[in-house]
Nanobody
Framework: QVQLVESGGGLVQPGGSLRLSCVASGSIFSLAIMEWFRQAPGQERELVAR???????TYADFVQGRFAISRDNAKNTAYLQMNRLKSEDTAVYYCRAFVRTSAMDVYWGQGTQVTVSS
């Protein structure tokens, strides 16, 4: 069994910053790709950023230059540094990870709320 737990969300003013964390625990042999998604009310869940085990990153166009994804493989943790936040960044942010246990499976975290408002 593998669990992903996100943290770091909250209320922040426009232009502010937040750092999200996603910690994976359980029967993990290795973590492959780790990703951050977000879902705003009434909208579909969308990919925000992705990082491979080797550290290659990709970003959605709407966060280019503002957000940075990173990971600490020794801690089974991924991070999302969010800068210059906008009201439209308000959403629940979810972590997804491809985890190798006895096979390769995909796991989701429970999400963390990010609200950008003055």
């Amino acid at each position: 069994q593998v669990q992903l737990v996100e943290s770091g969300g909250g209320l922040v003013q426009p232009g502010g910053s937040l750092r999200l964390s996603c910690v994976a625990s359980g029967s993990i042999f290795s973590l492959a790709i780790m990703e951050w998604f977000r879902q705003a009310p009434g909208q579909e869940r969308e990919l925000v950023a992705r990082i491979t085990a080797g550290g290659i990153t990709t970003y959605a166009d709407f966060v280019q230059g503002r957000f940075a994804i990173s990971r600490d493989n020794a801690k089974n943790t991924a991070y999302l540094q969010m800068n210059r936040l906008k009201s439209e960044d308000t959403a629940v942010y979810y972590c997804r990870a491809f985890v190798r246990t006895s096979a390769m499976d995909v796991y989701w975290g429970q999400g963390t709320q990010v609200t950008v408002s003055s």
